[in-house]
């Protein structure tokens, strides 16, 4: 529980969708949704005038119905970065992770659109995001891994099967201990594999970022990747 209710904006075009969401969340008390909005040109003007802490919004969203939610938290991140943004979409796709993360990893998450069912879920994200960390759904992690490995060049071609273990579950969002606890094994060892996993990644030297969710996102800099 929070110490008071996070400040939320919820942008989402289909009308039962956002009055869900809205209804969802009030009712746990946690959240305060001080908007809900249906397009990306509404989400921006509500965040200038309100200054929620979180922002939940579509992917796809009017006019274009394409990628205007991730623009619009790309803009809501650098004009605005203590706020968080979690993304909702449809689908898996790698492609919309790696536009949404290719500007940096801080304070954004992207879930699946059935995450609204799992309360805790999302309520954790929000945490997440609003402290300026990052969470991605444990789907979104498979696809993603699961598109990369096979290729013998892939950056995560160079991690140990465990190692990838460790990386899934440090997308999802998961400190070592829980990671530990996941697995089995100790806290030490995990934070063993996180730091080899690091450094095969090329992120060892990198100071102040958030590698957990970035070791994930990294290969896609990397590999080849079709925008069909």
Same mark, same amino acid.
């Given at each position: 529980?929070?110490?008071?209710?996070?400040?939320?904006?919820?942008?989402?075009?289909?009308?039962?969708?956002?009055?869900?969401?809205?209804?969802?969340?009030?009712?746990?008390?946690?959240?305060?949704?001080?908007?809900?909005? #249906?397009?990306?040109? =509404? %989400? *921006?003007? !509500?965040?200038? +005038?309100?200054?929620?802490?979180?922002?939940?919004? @579509?992917? &796809?969203?009017?006019?274009?119905?394409?990628?205007?939610?991730?623009?619009?938290?790309?803009?809501?991140?650098?004009?605005?970065?203590?706020?968080?943004?979690?993304?909702?979409?449809?689908?898996?796709?790698?492609?919309?992770?790696?536009?949404?993360?290719?500007?940096?990893?801080?304070?954004?998450?992207?879930?699946?659109?059935?995450?609204? #069912?799992?309360?805790? =879920? %999302? *309520?954790? !994200?929000?945490? +997440?995001?609003?402290?300026?960390?990052?969470?991605? @759904?444990? &789907?979104?992690?498979?696809?993603?891994?699961?598109?990369?490995?096979?290729?013998?060049?892939?950056?995560?071609?160079?991690?140990?099967?465990?190692?990838?273990?460790?990386?899934?579950?440090?997308?999802?969002?998961?400190?070592?201990?829980?990671?530990?606890?996941?697995?089995?094994?100790?806290?030490?060892?995990?934070?063993?594999?996180?730091?080899?996993?690091?450094?095969? %990644?090329?992120? !060892?030297?990198?100071?102040?970022?958030?590698?957990?969710?970035?070791?994930?996102?990294?290969?896609?800099?990397?590999?080849?990747?079709?925008?069909?």
């Amino acid at each position: 529980m929070t110490e008071r209710p996070l400040r939320v904006v919820i942008a989402e075009d289909h009308y039962l969708v956002r009055e869900g969401t809205r209804r969802l969340l009030e009712d746990t008390g946690d959240v305060a949704v001080v908007s809900a909005v #249906g397009d990306a040109a =509404e %989400l *921006l003007e !509500a965040v200038e +005038e309100l200054r929620p802490e979180v922002v939940i919004a @579509d992917i &796809r969203m009017p006019p274009g119905h394409h990628t205007e939610g991730i623009a619009a938290a790309h803009a809501i991140r650098a004009g605005h970065p203590g706020i968080g943004v979690v993304m909702l979409s449809q689908h898996a796709d790698e492609n919309y992770a790696f536009d949404l993360f290719q500007r940096g990893t801080d304070g954004l998450a992207y879930l699946l659109k059935e995450r609204i #069912g799992e309360l805790d =879920e %999302l *309520l954790r !994200a929000l945490r +997440e995001v609003a402290a300026g960390r990052s969470v991605v @759904d444990p &789907r979104i992690v498979e696809v993603l891994m699961g598109s990369h490995t096979r290729a013998a060049d892939a950056p995560l071609a160079a991690l140990t099967r465990r190692e990838l273990d460790v990386l899934r579950h440090m997308a999802e969002g998961k400190t070592n201990r829980a990671i530990a606890q996941a697995l089995v094994l100790s806290e030490s060892t995990i934070e063993k594999h996180v730091n080899s996993t690091f450094a095969k %990644l090329g992120l !060892a030297e990198e100071p102040q970022l958030h590698r957990r969710v970035s070791a994930v996102l990294a290969y896609l800099r990397h590999a080849p990747r079709g925008r069909g």
